[in-house]
């Protein structure tokens, strides 16, 4: 088993939709949750921490759950510049997820 | 603004040659670290440091080697360049061990 793992999608939505993407982790040890934007053929970028007790900012909002070992995304009312590869990383050696795709159609 | 500088985009190598990529970072970060970037394996990690002439592997460290002689600076080796090689190198770094991590904008090389 991956030590974390995503759907690659892609997920296609429609302008204003909501949408939310779900990432496995194996090590239960792990403490530190983070989502990161890649935009096409450009870096990845931190896009938000992930709290325990979840935490929001704007439409984007993050949810972890031990028990279950997942960490969520949530992107509310998306916008065509949503339209980007989404990675979830966990620590403690910053292991990346493969990425879900996110395309938002107009 | 932190800047994670890489110093090649584009590199063509031929196959047994020793390639350097060289990463410089400007924030005085104490973590540094070497990705590799492929269509459907993600970013998979390389090499990181937490200090100077400190380094330990990530998790697909063969075929390279990584040097830290200076904190700003983090350069990844490969001894003799490999097909299988080709790839995009991401370097990042950052100031607290699970803090935000600052990319570079990437080394694409090709080994013919």
């Known amino acids: 088993r991956k030590e974390v793992e995503q759907d690659p999608g892609p997920f296609n939505v429609p302008e204003g939709a909501t949408v939310a993407f779900n990432c496995t982790y194996s090590n239960s040890a792990s403490q530190s949750f983070f989502w990161y934007r890649q935009d096409c053929r450009k870096e990845p970028k931190l896009l938000m921490s992930?709290?325990?007790s979840g935490n929001e900012d704007g439409r984007f909002t993050a949810q972890l759950n031990r028990a279950s070992q997942y960490i969520s995304l949530l992107i509310r009312d998306s916008k065509l510049s949503d339209s980007a590869t989404y990675l979830c990383v966990v620590s403690y050696k910053y292991i990346f997820g493969t990425g879900t795709r996110l395309k938002v159609l107009a | 603004d932190v800047k994670v500088t890489q110093s090649s985009r584009y590199l063509v190598k031929r196959t047994g040659e020793k390639v350097f990529l060289e990463c410089v970072q400007d924030m005085d970060h104490e973590n540094m670290f070497w990705y590799r970037q492929d269509p459907g394996l993600g970013l998979r990690l390389i090499y990181f440091?937490?200090?100077?002439?400190?380094?330990e592997k990530g998790d697909i460290p063969e075929g390279y080697s990584v040097s830290r002689e200076k904190k700003e600076r983090f350069s990844l080796i490969l001894e003799s360049a490999s097909t299988n090689q080709t790839s995009m190198y991401l370097c990042?770094?950052?100031?607290?061990?699970?803090?935000?991590?600052?990319f570079g904008e990437g080394s694409r090389l090709t080994v013919l």
């Open positions: 990042a770094s950052s100031f607290e061990v699970t803090g935000e991590l600052f």
């Open positions: 992930v709290y325990s």
């Open positions: 440091s937490y200090d100077v002439k400190m380094k």
